[in-house]
T-cell receptor, first 112, second 110 residues
Framework: EAQVTQNPRYLITVTGKKLTVTCSQN?????MSWYRQDPGLGLRQIYY???????DKGDVPEGYKVSRKEKRNFPLILESPSPNQTSLYFC???????????FGPGTRLTVL | QKEVEQNSGPLSVPEGAIASLNCTYS??????FFWYRQYSGKSPELIMF????GDKEDGRFTAQLNKASQYVSLLIRDSQPSDSATYLC??????????FGKGTTLSVSS
């Protein structure tokens, strides 16, 4: 089944404790992206990747890191999480920026 | 700063009516236009995409694009309670990131 998977789906952590949210797609998509969604602010892009080893900042990259060592994986890293990073996070992938993006199921992160 | 604007709603329509959702965008070079539906707590799913001026129909859904006016809309005919969701408009230019509007909440009452 073609899909984008994210893990974990739910995470409660404390300020400053490094964490990684994994994202994997099995559709051979070149483009992958991370979004955060907050009430009243909509979907905001954190980072995106056009291909392996190619990443770029989105609208809200501060406090986040990403890597794209393999085509299928695009992990999101929070080196020192803070409460303002409490949010619903979505990973998405597509063949290109002009194509339909397929979204993962979301990761609900709470930073205490 | 490229922007995509949507009326946040809620837009309330009775069952069986036509729901009209609107979206304007600031970047004249935009080439691809998408409508996603998102149920509360779930991930967005694609409803329609449109690249050319005019109308595109798919079942009960019609997307309308007017590049001169920088306007894209989604019509939902014979609205059903299951259509109650937030509808996200997304716009991009080739090689750039997809920009999402904040979404319009639609409520269909039975």
């Amino acid at each position: 089944e073609a899909q984008v998977t994210q893990n974990p789906r739910y995470l409660i952590t404390v300020t400053g404790k490094k964490l990684t949210v994994t994202c994997s797609q099995n559709m051979n998509h070149e483009y992958m992206s991370w979004y955060r969604q907050d009430p009243g602010l909509g979907l905001r892009q954190i980072y995106y990747s056009m291909n392996v080893e190619v990443t770029d900042k989105g609208d809200v990259p501060e406090g986040y890191k990403v890597s794209r060592k393999e085509k299928r994986n695009f992990p999101l890293i929070l080196e020192s999480p803070s409460p303002n990073q409490t949010s619903l996070y979505f990973c998405a992938s597509s063949f290109g920026t002009n194509n339909e993006q397929f979204f993962g199921p979301g990761t609900r992160l709470t930073v205490l | 700063q490229k922007e995509v604007e949507q009326n946040s709603g809620p837009l309330s329509v009775p069952e069986g009516a036509i729901a009209s959702l609107n979206c304007t965008y600031s970047d004249r070079g935009s080439q691809s236009f998408f409508w996603y539906r998102q149920y509360s707590g779930k991930s967005p799913e694609l409803i329609m995409f449109i690249y050319s001026n005019g109308d595109k129909e798919d079942g009960r859904f019609t997307a309308q694009l007017n590049k001169a006016s920088q306007y894209v809309s989604l019509l939902i005919r014979d609205s059903q309670p299951s259509d109650s969701a937030t509808y996200l408009c997304a716009v991009n230019q080739a090689g750039t990131a997809l920009i999402f509007g904040k979404g319009t909440t639609l409520s269909v009452s039975s």
